[in-house]
């Protein structure tokens, strides 16, 4: 069984395009590989402003349980519904977390992969 990756990390826009466009050349040629999916953020503050201490803690939650309603995801992290649901809006809306039949919040992914660097500029 394959697992669901997601690469997340810092990077400029110019390097996610080549990467599109080798992705392109391949599929054109027949070479098609498995599917990759990335978000990227240009700087590092961006990308940690998305996957905070307390989201990190929801996405594990959900993998560890399944899908749950944010109000039993809250009960599970000890944490207000609100706060919580906010935390869930800025996920799903950065495609880390998606909906179930049921409305229902899962998270997608077996494996989160989150890569920076810090340059000295």
Request: hydrophobic share 40%; glycine share 6%.
């Amino acid at each position: 069984m394959t697992k669901k990756h997601v690469h997340i990390g810092t990077e400029a826009p110019e390097r996610g395009f080549e990467r599109f466009v080798h992705a392109w050349e391949r599929a054109e040629n027949g070479r098609q590989g498995e599917t990759e999916v990335h978000l990227n953020f240009e700087a590092l503050p961006m990308l940690m402003a998305i996957l905070t201490p307390c989201r990190l803690e929801a996405l594990k939650t959900l993998r560890q349980h399944g899908p749950l309603s944010i109000r039993a995801l809250a009960k599970k992290l000890g944490r207000d519904y609100k706060n919580v649901h906010s935390d869930c809006r800025a996920l799903e809306g950065a495609g880390l977390l998606e909906r179930t039949p049921k409305d229902e919040l899962q998270a997608p992914w077996d494996v989160i992969d989150a890569h920076f660097s810090l340059i000295a500029a």
